[in-house]
C-alpha cells in the first residue's frame, strides 16, 4: 500500500497504528528540505495528512466505506535542520461522516515542530 507513494518517497515509517492514533516518523533530508536547508512546510504538512488517513482508514468499514483528506492546516513553530521528525496523530471527532485529528510534529528532543489539525471525509462507497 506504501510503495511508490508520496509516502515511500518521503522516506516515512509508520511505527504505531492503532484505533484512534497513529505515530510515523520521517527524516529530514535531501527528500524533505526547502532550498534554504530547512525541513520544508509541505513535507511536514504530507506527513500529517498520512497519519490522519491512515488513522482515520483504520476507523471505518473498509467494505462500505472510504477516507479522504477535507481540510488541514498547519502552524509551523520551529525550524528543523537535519534528523528525525515524529508525528503523533490522535482522533479529536469520530463522527459518521468526517472526523477531526489532531498531530503534533516534534524532533527527537520532543519539541513541537509543527502542530496540525486534519478533517477527513468520511465517504461511501457504492455498492
Known amino acids: ?17 492503532e484505533p484512534g492514533k497513529v ?9 524533505t528540505k526547502q532550498p534554504f536547508g530547512l525541513l520544508h512546510g509541505g513535507a511536514s504538512v504530507a506527513l500529517a ?6 488513522g482515520a482508514y483504520e476507523l471505518v468499514n473498509k467494505e ?18 537535519d534528523g528525525v521528525v515524529t508525528a503523533v496523530g490522535t482522533v479529536l471527532h469520530q463522527g459518521k461522516t468526517t472526523m477531526v485529528w489532531d498531530i503534533k510534529i516534534t524532533d527527537e528532543q ?7 489539525r486534519c478533517t477527513m471525509a468520511v465517504i461511501k462507497l457504492k455498492k
Open 1 to 17: 500500500m506504501i510503495k511508490d507513494t508520496l509516502i515511500e518517497a518521503l522516506g516515512m515509517e509508520i511505527t504505531l497504528l
Open 23 to 31: 505515530v510515523a516518523v520521517m527524516p529530514v533530508d535531501h527528500r
Open 49 to 54: 495528512e498520512t497519519v490522519a488517513s491512515l
Open 64 to 81: 462500505t466505506e472510504a477516507v479522504a483528506g477535507l481540510e488541514i492546516n498547519a502552524n509551523h513553530v520551529r525550524p528543523k535542520t
Open 110 to 116: 520532543d519539541r513541537l515542530i509543527c502542530v496540525s
